[in-house]
Structure formats: C-alpha cells, structure tokens
C-alpha cells in the first residue's frame, strides 16, 4: 500500500509511526509540513504527486488550523482515497465542537475510550486503540531506587494540587512548569533521562487529569512507558485502565488526595510487591501495547482483516 504519512516533526519523535508503518511492507513517504516550501499548508498537489492509496494525518488539527487545505481534502475526498488518523481530541474543548474536524476522517483510532464511544454514537468509523510504547526507547535498566515518589509530566491545575499534598513525601517533580506554581522542579532532555527517572523511582505517579471534564481521565505516554521499563506505576483508577493492567501489574488510588497517600504509604513500605506487580506489568506490556502492535492491528481493520 502507497501511504502517504502527513506530520510535523518534533523531535525526531512523530515520523517514527511512519516507520510502523513501513514494517508491514508498506510504502511510506513521509511529508514533513516543516518542509515544505513557502506556505507550509499541503495542497491537493502534494497529495496529487504521490497518488497514495491512503493518506495518514498525524493530527485532526492539521484540519483545523488549515494546514491542510480544503482543496486537498476534497481532492481525497473525490478520489475515495481513506484518511486516516490515530489520536485524540483536544483536551481543553469540549467534544462536539470538534466533531467538523472527524468527519473527514474514514478510519479513526481513538487513544480515549469514551471519546471514541461518543464519535461512533455520531455514525463515524471509530475504534478505540490507545497509545502505547517503544520497546528501544522504554525498557529495563539496572535498579537503583534512589527516588521514593516522582512524577514527571505537564501541568495541570488538579495536579498543582495533587503533588502539593505529597511535599511532605519528598515527592520529585520533573516538570519545569511547575516552577510557576513554586513547586521545585528539574527538568530532563531525553527518553534515555526520562527511563532513568522511571528506574530511580520507588514509585512512578501518574495524574491523568484533562482540562475540560473533570469527572475524565486521559490515559497518557507514562501509563505504558512505566510498565514497558519494568518499573512501578501509581494511577488513579478507571474502568479504561483495569482494562489494560490489572491490580496485580499497577498500583491504583481512588481520585481523591486521601486514597493517593495512603496507597503511597501502603507501596513504599513493601519492595517485594512492588517488583512482582512491575514485572507482570512488564510482560503484558511487552506482549500486548507497543506501537507495533497498535500499527497490527489498525492495518488489520483498514484492511478489513479484523473479525
């Protein structure tokens, strides 16, 4: 299949699904918007050069901010060529006002389950299929537990206050943002410091907060990362997560400040459960929630080879 992968570097971390897709014997061009010439807005041309069978977008808000024309949609459109996106919604609107955006879309891979429940009430093609991990990038490293708590991530005003209440834990943050609301911070550069961090760390915290519902959470890169390293992982509990890793692979705390010390108290006292649930954690990662296996399995629903 000629696909035609649609993204914006950052990093050097997005073209890396379009090297997925490669390893299921498909033809990838990779065209990255920060390379075009001039007006850095792709055109029904660019897509008209390649005459891909499929066109991949790694984002709907190319769509939106027009960095994808509406003559290059329609021109996919008129020539029934799928596009297809594997994301989420943008966390700070609420759903509905985004739905002009997934219409376009024929194949949609949803990280978030309810969202993706919601756009297919709304008669989309949509499937659930959470982020995940590299196994290069993410992976056991020699313990050295030097850290009881960490958290390493964004801001987010539910975590400003989250992490407040665990200062008397000696709780690190990794997270220069944090600076602004005068919690101490450091900051790390790479997945290489960001697996460190993981192994140094009694206990990996996870606050999967998002900013327009707050009764929601938003299953996020570290909620596959730390199992996928070995390592101990402290969430808060959702039906969506107990999907994934069970109570014997990840720690969990009801969404409350109370339930989250005391399950931190409970976890740093006993090493011993701690490493079994991280190695079982590890194995189902491992087996089940790298991006390879994400990239399987939406090939075998475009494909029609699911079910």
Known sequence: MKILYIYHEYKNRRMRYGYEMQKFGHDVKFLDMRRIAFSKVVKSSDIRSYQPDLVWL??????????????????????????????????????????????????????????????KIKGMNAHYMPIGFYPNQYYPIQKRETIGLSFAGNTHPRRVDYIRSLLDFDIKVYGKEFRKSFIPAETYSSHQEQNDIYARSKINLDLPFIDVYDD??????????????????????????????????????????????????KYLRDDKIRFWMAVNAYKEAINKHTFYDRFKKMFEIIEGKDG
């Open 58 to 119: 790694l984002s709907p808000q190319y769509i939106e901010n027009g960095s994808i024309t509406e003559g290059a949609l329609q021109y996919i459109k008129s020539k029934k060529i799928p596009l297809v996106v594997y994301g989420t919604f943008d966390t700070q609107s609420p759903w509905a006002s985004q739905d002009v955006l997934w219409k376009w879309f024929d194949f949609l891979f949803i990280h978030h389950l309810e969202f993706s429940k919601y756009l």
């Open 216 to 265: 929601k959470f938003h299953i996020k890169n570290r909620f596959f990362e730390v199992p996928g390293s070995r390592n101990f992982l402290l969430t808060v509990r959702t039906t969506e997560a107990l999907n994934i890793f069970d109570e014997s692979m990840v720690g969990y705390f009801d969404d409350n400040i109370p339930s989250m010390r005391e399950e931190i108290y």
